[in-house]
T-cell receptor, first 112, second 114 residues
Framework: DQQVKQNSPSLSVQEGRISILNCDYT??????FLWYKKYPAEGPTFLIS?????DKNEDGRFTVFLNKSAKHLSLHIVPSQPGDSAVYFC???????????FGKGTRLSVIA | KAGVTQTPRYLIKTRGQQVTLSCSPI?????VSWYQQTPGQGLQFLFE???????NKGNFPGRFSGRQFSNSRSEMNVSTLELGDSALYLC?????????????FGPGTRLTVL
């Protein structure tokens, strides 16, 4: 049973436009959510996180939105740059000593 | 601060052999988690160690084991290797491994089983 789902395996966006990556979760106990970016042959790099007490968190070009009622979160990248081309993983956990649960990732290609 | 380091970066083994991978966490971090990444499967949680104790375990067979030392460095071992064990093995460290604590990943060890 996949608790964190990223339904789009890939996404192509033109440079300068907005990239929107989506993530759905099924476990209502999840209350902390993270996005990681991964380049080939490297480990995932932490991007941004959000707690369930918020519905939006912003860090530079990256904004994460959380819709708890829909069990949905999204990552917005504005403006998109070619260096953003990578695989993006959504992850979730509940507070306490529980492991992160990851989605399968979305490959973002930003075209110049 | 130095990041999470993993050794070796690449490894080739044959079926039936065993392998040990090593992870050195960020200084001060006491939680170390291990993940397996295979194409199309995302990151699958193997286990987590905190203060030398296994605190969480994923759904992997007993051939996968690990340990953590008093300096928080961790090793994972896979015995009787199978072709399906070929994957990128990632280690992540965090201060406490709980709540809103962020995990930071190492570069991974690419294991190929022939």
């Amino acid at each position: 049973d996949q608790q964190v789902k990223q339904n789009s395996p890939s996404l192509s966006v033109q440079e300068g436009r907005i990239s929107i990556l989506n993530c759905d979760y099924t476990n209502s106990m999840f209350d902390y959510f993270l996005w990681y970016k991964k380049y080939p042959a490297e480990g995932p790099t932490f991007l941004i996180s959000i707690s369930s007490i918020k519905d939006k968190n912003e860090d530079g070009r990256f904004t994460v939105f959380l819709n708890k009622s829909a069990k949905h979160l999204s990552l917005h990248i504005v403006p998109s740059q070619p260096g953003d081309s990578a695989v993006y993983f959504c992850a979730a956990r509940n507070s306490g000593n529980t492991p992160l649960v990851f989605g399968k990732g979305t490959r973002l290609s930003v075209i110049a | 601060k130095a990041g999470v380091t993993q050794t070796p970066r690449y490894l080739i083994k044959t079926r039936g052999q065993q392998v040990t991978l090593s992870c050195s966490p960020i200084s001060g971090h006491r939680s170390v988690s291990w993940y397996q990444q295979t194409p199309g499967q995302g990151l699958q949680f193997l286990f987590e160690y905190f203060s030398e104790t296994q605190r969480n375990k994923g759904n992997f067979p007993g051939r996968f084991s690990g340990r953590q030392f008093s300096n928080s460095r961790s090793e994972m071992n896979v015995s009787t290797l199978e072709l399906g064990d070929s994957a990128l093995y990632l280690c992540a460290s965090s201060y406490s491994g709980s709540g809103t604590d962020t995990q930071y990943f190492g570069p991974g060890t690419r294991l190929t089983v022939l």
